[in-house]
Nanobody, 117 residues
């Protein structure tokens, strides 16, 4: 069993930044891929960014150039740096672990990100 604990959500004005953290209970290099998903009210959950154990990264188009996924292997932690935030980024953000193309075997509890206009 793998446990994921997210932190770092909150309320921010449009144009601001937040960094989400996801601490994993297992060596993240042993996990094929990590991902950050988000789900807005009334919307389907979408994969925002993913990172393989070897560092290959993908983003959805709407966050390219604004969000950065990274990992600290020594701390077993994955980050999502979110810059130039927009109101449409408002959602609950979830960290997940598993296999590509949609790592989803293990999930964190979610953290709320709210961007005000």
């Amino acid at each position: 069993q793998v446990q994921l604990v997210e932190s770092g959500g909150g309320l921010v004005q449009a144009g601001g930044s937040l960094r989400l953290s996801c601490t994993v209970s297992r060596n993240i290099f042993s996990i094929n891929a990590m991902g950050w998903y988000r789900q807005a009210p009334g919307e389907q959950r979408e994969l925002v960014a993913s990172r393989t154990r070897f560092g290959a990264i993908n983003y959805i188009n709407s966050v390219k150039g604004r969000f950065t996924i990274s990992a600290d292997i020594g701390k077993d932690t994955v980050y999502l740096q979110m810059n130039s935030l927009k109101p449409e980024d408002t959602a609950v953000y979830y960290c997940a672990a598993g296999d590509l193309p949609y790592p989803s075997e293990y999930w964190g509890q979610g953290t709320q990100v709210t961007v005000s206009s």
